[in-house]
């Protein structure tokens, strides 16, 4: 599973502009971040779809790609859906700050917007289909949990979310 299979064409870029940083840069935050808010939207998949369907669905993705203003309030209510407190949100940066040498203000910044850009774009993929969004999900932390390489986003997402959520599901 590489970066591009979890964000939309043009992704990257986006985070990148709306940042006022060079896309090298988005594409390490992102890297640091995914393996996390991925892992959270597993533990809560029961209740994801739903949850992103009121946000928006694939429309979350378009919303960040799309030219007009993110509404980062609505990434901010989904990284409540996924991790459940503010606190968590910015320990995920904290610990990605760690991972990646990059700030964690920045990343906490970076958090909603890329949270948008994978539930919309996984949203996108799973057709509509009730229960889509979940089997996608799925396939792609099956993808996380193999050996070998991918885009960065292997290895830590136990350790990470284990001690960020505490085991909650």
Same mark, same amino acid.
């Given at each position: 599973m590489?970066?591009?299979?979890?964000?939309?064409?043009?992704?990257?870029?986006?985070?990148?502009?709306?940042?006022?940083?060079?896309?090298? &840069?988005?594409?390490?935050?992102?890297?640091?971040?995914?393996?996390?808010?991925?892992?959270?939207?597993?533990?809560?998949?029961?209740?994801?779809?739903?949850?992103?369907?009121?946000?928006?669905?694939?429309?979350?993705?378009?919303?960040?790609?799309?030219g007009?203003?993110?509404?980062?309030?609505?990434?901010?209510?989904?990284?409540?859906?996924?991790?459940?407190?503010?606190?968590?949100?910015?320990?995920?940066?904290?610990?990605?700050?760690?991972?990646?040498?990059?700030d964690?203000?920045?990343?906490?910044?970076?958090l909603?917007?890329?949270?948008?850009?994978?539930?919309?774009?996984?949203?996108?993929?799973?057709?509509? &289909?009730?229960?889509?969004?979940?089997?996608?999900?799925?396939?792609?932390?099956?993808?996380?949990?193999?050996?070998?390489?991918?885009?960065?986003?292997?290895?830590?997402?136990?350790?990470?979310?284990?001690?960020?959520?505490?085991?909650?599901?």
């Amino acid at each position: 599973m590489n970066l591009n299979d979890l964000l939309p064409n043009g992704g990257i870029e986006a985070l990148a502009g709306q940042l006022g940083i060079p896309p090298e &840069q988005a594409r390490r935050g992102a890297e640091a971040l995914l393996p996390s808010v991925l892992g959270g939207m597993g533990n809560n998949s029961a209740a994801l779809e739903t949850h992103v369907d009121a946000l928006g669905g694939a429309g979350l993705a378009h919303n960040v790609v799309g030219g007009e203003p993110t509404e980062i309030a609505r990434g901010n209510a989904l990284l409540g859906g996924i991790f459940g407190s503010k606190a968590a949100s910015r320990e995920v940066a904290g610990q990605a700050a760690e991972n990646s040498g990059l700030d964690p203000a920045l990343l906490r910044q970076m958090l909603p917007i890329l949270a948008m850009l994978v539930a919309g774009h996984l949203s996108s993929r799973s057709g509509g &289909q009730q229960g889509g969004l979940g089997r996608i999900l799925g396939t792609v932390l099956g993808g996380l949990g193999g050996a070998g390489t991918n885009g960065g986003l292997n290895g830590g997402l136990g350790g990470i979310l284990g001690s960020i959520l505490g085991g909650r599901r």
